[in-house]
């Protein structure tokens, strides 16, 4: 009888197959831009990226033929839709890590499309009096522009990338930043 339970115990111990291995824990979060996004982007638009304290997203529409109001005005021909919302300190980390990560991006190349109408824009600003950063993005162009605004000035632009091979994440993190705004959860 004792053998026999033996035997049982070592069989059923043979059939259990071993645990998977635990996932990977996910990289660090990048802290700054890889050297590929500061030749993409240009040495002072990476600096502005990386000194935004504060980092706003607005819904943004423009009309043709009419300029926008200057007070709400982004991007040279585009304006701010709405009170937006500002980015707390962990959501900040996590979008400029998307941004600094040339992974990101499909460098080298503007997105494919030659009539950028963004749905959205992110404004930076840091304490130093360096101007706004902002950043106008385009699902259905599938592209980010940036643009340099100096303090009480207009919108210079800057580079356009393509963010095709990041734009799932992109979505997902718009989308929960505004969950409220239809306008933005019907985006794709």
Do not use: H, I
């Amino acid at each position: 009888m004792k053998v026999l339970a033996l035997v049982l115990l070592a069989a059923l111990a043979a059939g259990k197959k071993k645990a998977p291995p635990a996932p990977k824990p996910p990289p660090p979060l990048l802290t700054e831009p890889t050297a590929k996004m500061v030749d993409a982007l240009g040495e002072k638009t990476a600096g502005m990226l990386s000194a935004s304290t504060r980092v706003t997203l607005y819904r943004v529409s423009a009309q043709a033929g009419v300029r926008p109001n200057p007070a709400l005005a982004v991007g040279g021909e585009y304006e701010r839709q709405g009170a937006g919302r500002e980015l707390t300190d962990g959501e900040l980390k996590r979008f400029k890590a998307l941004v600094y990560d040339d992974k990101s991006f499909k460098l080298g190349a503007p997105p494919p499309c030659s009539d950028f109408k963004p749905e959205l824009a992110l404004l930076g600003t840091s304490s130093a009096d360096t101007g706004q950063l902002e950043l106008l993005v385009s699902f259905k162009c599938g592209g980010v522009m940036f643009f340099t605004a100096k303090t009480a000035g207009r919108s210079l632009p800057g580079a356009q990338l393509d963010l095709k091979p990041s734009r799932k994440v992109w979505l997902t993190m718009v989308k929960e930043l505004l969950p409220q705004d239809a306008a933005v959860q019907a985006l794709k």
